[in-house]
């Protein structure tokens, strides 16, 4: 059956007592059109030659590095025409002696979702994957385990804040047998890196949540689907201007952080009563930038989110910018042409369809966001699943395997990602819950009842793996938080937030308490790790990125000043000693 001809059933209707108002289809102003456009801006900048979509020649003036090795040779090709397995037998001398190998390994490889170590961990590489909705099964979860153990302590794997993993320490030599692996499991790594489309979000509940909305699972998995041409590669959305983030909310707790995607559908009904999505558009986050999504004042169909997602991502394709990499992700555009015109160029691009203007939107703004941690009903009787905590999103080859062999002997073989580095272990029969918990696993590592901190605090990869970090950052993040909870007490969450770098891959901006890396001077001027500190954060329907509040805060220095603002914005009261030595 086509992707596009696909059929949905609209949602049952699911009150709560949770939810008192609904909330605005239109909670942000979009910025006006412009009064004119010329025509010729509207020409699409890029063509399609033999089957891959390449930049016009008089668009080329002034364009990136990155543009310029994209012209040089389509990355994709090595995926499409076998290009891996010749550059995998090279040895890293040979590679290095030549730009155009070089390249292949430092940027087009990321096509195929691999990203050189360069600067730490030369020769190694990251491997992130496509995992639709953060779903995955024991038998991949083994398979992947499997692979970071042969590495040793070069290997592991982590949870990322797009529901995804992401393994550790691969070497080039072994990638061509890895990605036979991932197809024969189900999974791929392709197009999951630089100008493509990230893995597709949903709720990490989807299916199983009594108050969900929409079940997102299906709409992902056409997305990923549609994104990779099934895994086969698909050249005509693997040319993007930058990389594009997109979700599908399910939940009234907006777990899918649709502020932050550059298209985030909606659920709402139509005046006809008819199921569908409202579409927001645009959110980023970059070095020198960080917006929120806006409304396109836009409702599509069930049955069209493909089509949407298809036209959303061919006008950002065709008329984006390539030339400063920090003014190409899509929102740039959207400000360039206006709300209107981006939206008219969609439409455009919809085989003859209009777009009907935006509805009701069916997320409930009044509700209290939940808890997915610990023990919780499903929707399906004598079900529960349960949220346990991963520290920082951190985890090695023989707890991934203790994972898998606890979702076979609890549940149905599958495990839930969630964007805040967590795991949900769902479909456990309520009979099992008991000795579930007992498990050493959940009781010394995985708690399902971590403290009021830890549940919340995410962590970048850092400088321990990552070039571009200027700091270290899980270790760090885990033995901070470790210090404060024994100078202050909290009695409720406060989700705090690291990232090595401005890239903020760690989402500092939706934090309550952020933490972004810098060099800082100390007390006597000598240059050492630092912080700046954003503080305010918000996510879910009333949704406000957070501000900067104290800039090059050395890391050594900062145990007290997070406990000081803990006490000051937080409600947090000191421990007093007993307390303390207890």
């Given at each position: ?37 010329e ?7 890029v ?36 290009g ?6 090279m ?80 070497v ?8 036979k ?8 790594s ?11 979000v ?92 806006i ?76 808890d ?27 707890e ?19 964007v ?51 700091i ?27 990232t ?33 500190i954003?503080?305010?954060?918000r ?44």
């Open positions: 059956m086509s992707s596009f001809s696909v059929r949905f059933l609209a949602p049952p209707c699911c009150p709560s007592s949770r939810s008192k108002t609904l909330l605005c289809a239109t909670p942000t102003a979009a910025p006006a059109a412009s009064e004119t456009v025509a010729s801006r509207l020409e699409p900048r063509e399609e030659r033999d089957g891959f979509w390449v930049l016009k020649e008089e668009y080329r003036g002034g364009i990136s590095p990155q543009e310029k090795v994209k012209l040089e040779k389509d990355p994709m090709k090595l995926f499409m025409e076998g891996i397995e010749d550059l995998a037998k040895s890293l001398e040979e590679i290095e002696s030549s730009k155009h190998t070089k390249d292949d390994i430092d940027v087009r490889l990321k096509w195929l979702g691999l990203f050189h170590r360069r600067k730490h961990h030369y020769g190694r590489f990251m491997m992130r994957l496509k995992l639709p909705n953060g779903v995955t099964t024991s038998s991949q979860t083994r398979y992947l385990a499997s692979v970071i153990r042969k590495y040793g302590k070069d290997g592991c794997a982590d949870v990322t804040t797009r529901q995804n993993w992401q393994i550790r320490g691969v080039l030599p072994d990638v061509p047998e890895i990605l692996g991932l197809a024969e499991v189900g999974l791929t392709l197009q999951s890196g630089m100008d493509n489309v990230r893995n597709s949903g709720n990490p509940l989807a299916g199983i949540d009594p108050d969900e909305i929409v079940d997102t699972r299906p709409y992902n998995n056409l997305l990923s689907q549609f994104i990779t041409a099934n895994s086969l590669g698909n050249p005509a959305m693997s040319n993007l201007p930058r990389k594009w983030n997109v979700c599908v909310v399910g939940s009234h707790d907006l777990f899918e952080h649709p502020h932050i995607n550059d298209l985030a559908y909606m659920p709402a009904n139509n005046k006809d009563g008819r199921f569908g999505f409202n579409l927001l558009v645009g959110g980023f986050f970059s070095a020198k930038r960080c917006a929120e999504a409304p396109l004042d836009a409702w599509v169909s069930a049955d069209d989110v493909i089509p949407v997602c298809k036209a959303v991502l061919e006008a950002y394709r065709d008329l984006g910018f390539r030339g400063n990499r920090q003014k190409t992700r899509m929102m740039w555009l959207i400000d360039e042409l206006g709300i209107e015109v981006f939206r008219s160029e969609v439409e455009k691009r919809m085989a003859g369809k209009q777009l009907e203007r935006a509805q009701e939107d069916l997320v409930k703004k009044q509700w209290e966001r939940r997915y941690l610990g023990v919780h009903p499903q929707k399906q009787e004598g079900l529960s699943y349960v949220g346990i905590h991963i520290p920082v999103g951190r985890i090695q080859a023989d991934m395997d203790e994972l898998a062999l606890l979702a076979d002997e609890y549940g149905s073989g599958e495990l839930r990602l969630t805040e580095q967590n795991i949900i272990i769902p479909n456990v029969d309520n009979s099992k819950l008991e000795a579930l918990l007992q498990e050493p696993l959940l009781k010394h590592k995985f708690s399902p009842e971590p403290s009021l901190l830890m549940k919340t605090l995410v962590a970048c990869t850092g400088n321990q793996f990552c070039g571009q970090a200027i270290e950052t899980k270790a760090r993040a885990l033995k901070v938080t470790e210090e404060v909870e024994r100078q202050v007490a909290v009695t409720r969450p406060v989700r705090m937030h690291w090595g770098c401005p890239n903020t891959c760690g989402q500092v901006q939706v934090a309550d308490i952020g933490f972004m890396g810098c060099m800082a001077r100390d007390e006597n001027g000598k240059a050492t790790e630092g912080v700046d954003f503080l305010g954060g996510i879910g329907s009333d949704s406000h990125l957070a501000e900067l509040y104290k800039k090059g805060v050395p890391c050594k220095n900062l145990v007290p000043v997070v406990a000081d603002i803990l006490v000051k914005h937080f409600g947090a009261v000191q421990r007093n000693r007993e307390e303390v030595e207890d």
